[in-house]
């Protein structure tokens, strides 16, 4: 990459300004959080990785309905699509915390089975409602890739006596991805902006351990940047991967 006056300008001021964090802010409360911080910076690694790969199986059969499926399947997929994007993430989000787990204690045959240990705590309902959230964003965006297929290319397999499985299979869901890859990195790193929201059930991320900080130590400022530096790192890993995957695609779609 070449470097222009303006980047190394940039670069100047960006280094200037670690330097500056570094040598007249507190960093002393650090050594005592680290643990935790390290804690709930896996905790925002996982969540979002286990939701992401999630909703994006979901978000598949949901696209596929929706391009060309019968309208017994498609009606309720684009209804699905149409709810998770028309309400907010935190609204859905309370709705199965504080209403579905509010109703699973009022049932024995649910407090006395395997599953309640895990039902009882908060970390499922954040994984449900981001994965829903994340299979709604993204099955619009793979019926758009589906669509986008050449539909001449999929009548030549079945005139070739391809079976449909193997059409969908090596052909279009192929290409769907492929035109949806740009599309889905966006999404990826905003459904990394949505974590934070999880902390609103109790469930210690990242964002809650730089909140924890604040109430403990009364400093505001440092957290927060720890936070964004947090959010970045992580942020560029996602977008780094993605134009890896991006790159490894055909040059040319046809």
């Keep these: 990459m070449r470097l222009y006056p303006h980047r190394i300008l940039l670069i100047l001021l960006a280094a200037a300004l670690v330097v500056w964090c570094a040598v007249s802010l507190r960093w002393d409360w650090l050594p005592k959080y680290l643990p935790l911080i390290a804690e709930g910076i896996w905790r925002t690694v996982w969540i979002l990785v286990v939701t992401a790969v999630l909703g994006f199986l979901l978000a ?6 929706q391009a060309a499926g019968p309208w017994v399947l498609a009606a309720p997929a684009r209804a699905f699509c149409t709810v998770i994007r028309g309400t907010p993430l935190l609204l859905q989000l309370w709705l199965l915390y504080y209403g579905l787990g509010s109703l699973f204690p009022q049932y024995p045959w649910i407090r006395g089975s395997e599953l309640w240990p895990y039902l009882r705590q908060a970390w499922p309902y954040a994984v449900l409602a981001l994965t829903l959230s994340f299979a709604g964003y993204e099955g619009e965006v793979m019926r758009g890739a589906f669509r986008s297929v050449p539909r001449g290319q999929l009548e030549a397999a079945k005139a070739m006596g391809m079976p449909r499985l193997t059409i969908l299979r090596r052909i279009w869901l192929p290409q769907a991805i ?4 740009p599309t889905l990195g966006g999404e990826t790193v905003l459904q990394l902006k949505a974590t934070p929201l999880v902390a609103t059930i109790t469930v210690v991320d990242i964002y809650a351990v730089a909140g924890r900080v ?3 130590t009364f400093i505001v400022y440092e957290p927060l940047l720890l936070l964004a530096v947090v959010y970045m790192l992580i942020t560029g890993v996602l977008v780094l991967g993605f134009r890896w995957l991006e790159q490894r695609r055909p040059a040319k779609v046809v």
């Design 60 to 65: 598949i059969p949901l696209g596929l309905a």
């Design 178 to 181: 492929q035109r949806a890859l």
């Design 214 to 216: 604040r109430q403990d």
